[in-house]
């Protein structure tokens, strides 16, 4: 399992700044796992390890609760602070602030 974890780390260490991924996405690249087990990932995240777990969302463009709403905040924090903006429901556009997407 940690192995995994490693191989999910270093995909998401490649998301640069103002850009998301999803669960799923990740758990597709890296293959082998699930997004819930990239969900896993990113919570068992090591403090200092520079993965910026803040980068992976949900399918729905939203941040999924955890941490009892302040790992959410901070989050959303940490994505705003990179300039991803979200709209009035709380979701970013995957279109323009997805990863590897067609438009960027």
Same mark, same amino acid.
């Given at each position: ?10 995909? =998401?260490? @490649?998301?640069?700044?103002?850009? !998301? ?8 690249? =890296? ?6 087990? =990239? ?14 777990? @803040?980068? !992976? ?48």
């Amino acid at each position: 399992m940690m192995r995994k974890y490693e191989e999910i780390y270093a995909l =998401v260490r @490649q998301i640069p700044p103002g850009k !998301v991924a999803t669960y799923g996405q990740i758990a597709a690249l =890296v293959g082998g796992c699930t997004a819930r087990m =990239v969900g896993y990932a990113m919570a068992a995240t090591p403090e200092g390890s520079g993965v910026p777990w @803040q980068r !992976v969302i949900n399918s729905k463009g939203k941040i999924s609760p955890h941490g009892f709403g302040y790992g959410s905040a901070l989050q959303r924090a940490l994505l705003e602070g990179e300039g991803v903006v979200f709209d009035e429901q709380g979701s970013i556009n995957l279109k323009r602030f997805g990863w590897l997407t067609s438009s960027g």
